[in-house]
């Protein structure tokens, strides 16, 4: 199964601890995301990457970090600076030209963590 | 910036029936628009896009510049269209990729 993939599926941590999320993608896509979705609120970006060794804050970086070493990789840490990490997080992925069967701002996502904060 | 709204949380039907799932933006250049469905234990998918004027599963989206709305439209509802709808919008230009979604409607449809 290719695609995005996206572990552990669930996740628990004590308040303090930092924590990794993995995400990973064989699309060959340039371009990768990490949402945060929580109920009522939608969906919301935490960080963006758009090529290796680059990424940006989205709407909600406080308190997390990323990383772009591989094109297929762009795992996220939560860390003990965020106030509030209870939540269901996304990965997603997408090109980044027009061209292609994934046009313009399609993206392709991940089946999702939920983190659990003790 | 811009801003994705969906005002309605829940939306309920009856099978057979008419759907309009509401959105609105706020963006003062060109967006594109999107609409993304989750279906129960299911990621998240495109559902369609305004760029394509397609329709999808029944689905159809206008944009309307005019009023800023992309309100996703189904003649006959289906118990199969019970998911959580997304609306979402893409600046293009540097922020070539980024979207900005929506709160988000939860659609159940009653047999």
């Known amino acids: 199964d290719g695609g995005i993939t996206q572990s552990p599926k669930y996740l628990f941590r004590k308040e303090g601890q930092n924590v990794t999320l993995s995400c990973e993608q064989n699309?060959?896509?340039?371009?990768m995301y990490w949402y945060r979705q929580d109920p009522g609120q939608g969906l919301r970006l935490i960080y963006y990457?758009?090529?290796?060794?680059?990424?940006q804050k989205g709407d909600i970086a406080e308190g997390y970090s990323v990383s772009r070493e591989k094109k297929e990789s762009f795992p996220l840490t939560v860390t003990s600076a965020q106030k509030n990490p209870t939540a269901f997080y996304l990965c997603a992925s997408s090109l980044l030209g027009s061209s292609g069967p994934s046009g313009r701002g399609e993206q392709f996502f991940g089946p999702g963590t939920r983190l659990t904060v003790l | 910036a811009q801003r994705v709204t969906q005002p309605e949380k829940l939306l309920s039907v009856f099978k057979g029936a008419p759907v309009e799932l509401k959105c609105n933006y706020s963006?003062?250049?060109?967006?594109?628009l999107f609409w993304y469905v989750q279906y129960s234990r299911q990621r998240l998918q495109l559902l369609l896009r305004?760029?394509s004027r397609e329709s999808i599963k029944g689905f159809t989206a206008d944009l309307n510049k005019g009023e800023t709305s992309f309100h996703l439209k189904k003649p006959f509802a289906q118990e199969e269209d019970s998911a959580m709808y997304y609306c979402?919008?893409?600046?293009?230009?540097?922020?070539?990729?980024?979207?900005?979604f929506g709160q988000g409607t939860i659609l159940t449809v009653h047999p």
């Open positions: 979402a919008l893409s600046r293009g230009g540097t922020s070539y990729g980024k979207l900005t």
């Open positions: 963006y003062s250049g060109s967006p594109e």
């Open positions: 990457s758009q090529i290796v060794n680059d990424f």
């Open positions: 699309l060959n896509h340039d371009a």
């Open positions: 305004h760029i």
